[in-house]
């Protein structure tokens, strides 16, 4: 079994200051990781993920994220936030074996950007 | 537009009450799944359907059901046995691409107790 944990349930930042938001995970198996992006009232978009190759990866609106095999970390990166990037970001893993269905998230992570 | 629908945005449940929420893809997805989502629980799994006719139960399936009738269409039934179960709905569907899943969201649905 796989689990997502969100270190931080609320991050506030000034905005065009950088931001991270940390995300671990536990499994026993290979994986595929994902950040995903709620606007309020809204479903979730896919940011970006981590498949193979390159263990760092990045979003076309500016997020970047970097997969940390030894230290079990793929945390989120912004160099300079904005206030639309106000949203709740979730981290989630799927094991990487073929014909898996299974998408463990993180309980989530509210980002505030303050003008 | 290719997408997920859910609908209604917002539902209202009496008490015993079975209620349905409406799920519908148009991107050829084989896989959907349904989530319930409380404040500060992030996502859980209540169904998911990975062909037509086909359904496993999730994390969190007690209360609820599902049919998969149609492969565009993954209705979930909140039944009066679920005894909680005001929450954020979110249904799911997702394809194959080199043996990963991506799975893309619709915009929800508002269950509240009356």
């Known amino acids: 079994a796989q689990s997502v944990t969100q270190l931080d349930s609320q991050v506030p930042v000034f905005e065009e200051a950088p931001v991270e938001l940390r995300c671990n995970y536990s499994?026993?198996?290979?994986?595929?990781l994902f950040w995903y992006v709620q606007y309020p009232n809204q479903g979730l978009q896919l940011l970006l993920k981590?498949?193979?190759?390159?263990?760092l990866v990045e979003s076309i609106n500016g997020f970047e994220a970097e997969f940390n095999k030894s230290q079990t970390s793929f945390h989120l990166r912004k160099p300079s936030v904005h206030i639309s990037d106000t949203a709740e970001y979730f981290c989630?893993?799927?094991?990487?074996?073929?014909?898996?269905?299974?998408?463990?998230f993180g309980k989530g992570t509210k980002l505030s950007v303050i003008p | 537009d290719g997408g997920i629908t859910q609908s209604p945005k917002y539902l209202f449940r009496k008490e015993g009450q079975n209620v349905t929420l409406s799920c519908e893809q148009n991107?050829?997805?084989?896989?959907m799944y349904w989530y319930r989502q409380d404040p500060g629980q992030g996502l859980r799994l209540i169904y998911y359907?990975?062909?037509?006719?086909?359904?496993q139960k999730g994390d969190i399936a007690e209360g609820y059901s599902v049919s998969r009738e149609k492969k565009e269409s993954f209705p979930l039934t909140v039944t009066s046995a679920q005894k909680n179960p005001t929450a954020f709905y979110l249904c799911?569907?997702?394809?194959?691409?080199?043996?990963?899943?991506?799975?893309?969201f619709g915009a929800g649905t508002r269950l509240s107790v009356l």
């Open positions: 799911a569907s997702s394809f194959r691409q080199g043996g990963i899943n991506i799975q893309y």
């Open positions: 981590y498949l193979s190759g390159s263990t």
């Open positions: 989630a893993v799927s094991p990487s074996g073929a014909g898996s269905y299974q998408l463990t």
């Open positions: 499994s026993s198996v290979s994986v595929y």
């Open positions: 359907s990975q062909i037509v006719n086909d359904f």
């Open positions: 991107l050829n997805h084989d896989a």
